[in-house]
């Protein structure tokens, strides 16, 4: 890391320019790019489902704990929104999609979290409680602007004709989940001004480890992980 990494562009687009390889892969992944064709196996698509369900339960304990910590009452308003934006609109879709795969709610909270997921909620809730509140923001928005990047890429280039999969690309491309995203970018960029290097660091260290979870993610259900026993 250069010395000079604070000046010049935000913290956000540093970030986002620190762990463009790991973005580029999450974009090439046969599971994201599977879903804009079609071609994905909608066993797989129902596997991540269930496991994406489970994630999102912790990641709306992650807001919870970002409106705790927010500074002043217009952050903790608009955290609180998009804690509701998770908890309503994102997890309905879930729910509007598992009649599809022959899945009721109970079975989507009765399943077990894989070990990638299981290992990125215990990170993302550890620095939330643990860490500084950037390191808060740097752990959260590798998801929320991930899958804003996802969702507009594939709808501008998707070819499939599965109801499922354009429901779930309208989702994450629609703009009010861009702006949201834009906005966690911007709530980040405000609060890192004037920390010191090693703050920064830290942030850094969590935005990357959270891209490096997002693509294992699609990995991990790619491969419908399991624990060995």
Known sequence: MRNDWT????????????????????????????????????????????????????????????????????????????????????????????????LTEDNLLAADKAPTTQGYTDFLIRTASTGDYVELLGALLPCLWGYSEIGQRLAATMTTQDKRYRSWIGVYADPEFAELAVWVQELLNRHSLGLPVAVLQRVERAFITSSRYELAFWEMAWVQQSWPI
Do not use: C
């Open 7 to 102: 000046r010049g562009m935000p913290l956000s687009e540093r970030l986002h320019e620190s762990a463009k390889p790991i973005w580029l892969a999450q974009h090439a992944h046969p599971f994201v790019t599977g879903v804009g064709d079609g071609t994905l196996d909608p066993e797989i698509f129902a596997f991540w489902l269930r496991q994406d369900y489970l994630f999102l339960v912790d990641y709306a304990r992650l807001f919870g704990l970002g409106v705790s910590r927010a500074p002043d009452l217009p952050t903790m308003t608009r955290l609180a929104q998009l804690l509701h934006e998770i908890l309503y609109r994102e997890m309905e879709l879930h729910r509007s999609l598992m009649s599809d795969f022959g």
